[in-house]
Nanobody, 123 residues
Framework: QVQLVESGGGLVQAGGSLRLSCAAS????????MGWFRQAPRKEREFVGA????????YYADSVKGRFTISRDNAKNTVYLQMNSLKPEDTAVYYC????????????????WGQGTRVTVSS
């Protein structure tokens, strides 16, 4: 079992930055690809980005490409989501997830999820 805990959310003005962290326990993350997803009010959960198990490959949704960066530190069992140039439409609860498969934008590929951290971007 993998337990994931996100942190780093909060309130930020448009144009600002936040760095989310996803800390794992129970098992090393080095064997998992990791994804970030978000869910805005009254919307379905959507893919934000993903990173391969070794960190060498990343993949982003078009809506965040060039603004968000995913990284991981397997020694610390932690994955990060650096969010720059934030927009009000980035407001959502952000979730990290772990998958034993190759990195993917499909929710179904991820078997472990954190509880989420809320990000609010004011205009």
């Amino acid at each position: 079992q993998v337990q994931l805990v996100e942190s780093g959310g909060g309130l930020v003005q448009a144009g600002g930055s936040l760095r989310l962290s996803c800390a794992a326990s129970g098992r090393t993350l080095s064997g998992y690809s990791m994804g970030w997803f978000r869910q805005a009010p009254r919307k379905e959960r959507e893919f934000v980005g993903a990173i391969s198990w070794h960190g060498g490959r990343t993949y982003y949704a078009d809506s965040v490409k060039g603004r968000f960066t995913i990284s991981r530190d397997n020694a610390k069992n932690t994955v990060y989501l650096q969010m720059n140039s934030l927009k009000p439409e980035d407001t959502a609860v952000y979730y990290c997830a772990a998958s034993p498969y190759s990195y993917s934008d499909s929710l179904e590929k991820y078997g472990y999820w954190g509880q989420g951290t809320r990000v609010t971007v004011s205009s």
